[in-house]
């Protein structure tokens, strides 16, 4: 059996918290796992990000599976590799609201 997977994107500001919170909703409904990405040029960037919300989603959603996924993002070509899925990265939907400027992890 295939494990299924919700992916949202995070950058510490409130829209992200609601498209997180959304996201878990999602998850849970769903039986999936949640994968939380932050895209950045640096991947220590990410950690402080990641952990807050993979802290908001244990305190909100406590059974819910989710795992922060750090991406390096490479945003002079629009594309970021995650550490899940180092050899598939596509690129952002131009003008995505959730992803500006960025990618796409899945």
């Not at 949202?8 to 500001?13: L, Y």
């Not at 996201?23 to 990405?37: F, H, K, N, Q, T």
């Amino acid at each position: 059996m295939t494990t299924r997977h919700v992916t949202v994107g995070v950058d510490g500001s409130l829209v992200a918290v609601r498209a997180l919170d959304r996201a878990c909703e999602e998850a849970a409904l769903r039986g999936a796992v949640l994968d939380i990405v932050y895209a950045v040029p640096d991947l220590e960037e990410a950690g402080p990000v990641l952990a807050s919300a993979a802290a908001r989603v244990r305190d909100r959603h406590p059974g819910l599976r989710s795992r922060p996924v750090p991406s390096r993002a490479d945003l002079s070509r629009r594309r970021c590799v995650t550490a899940a899925t180092p050899s598939s990265p596509w690129s952002a939907p131009a003008g995505s609201a959730a992803w500006p400027d960025c990618c796409w992890a899945r």
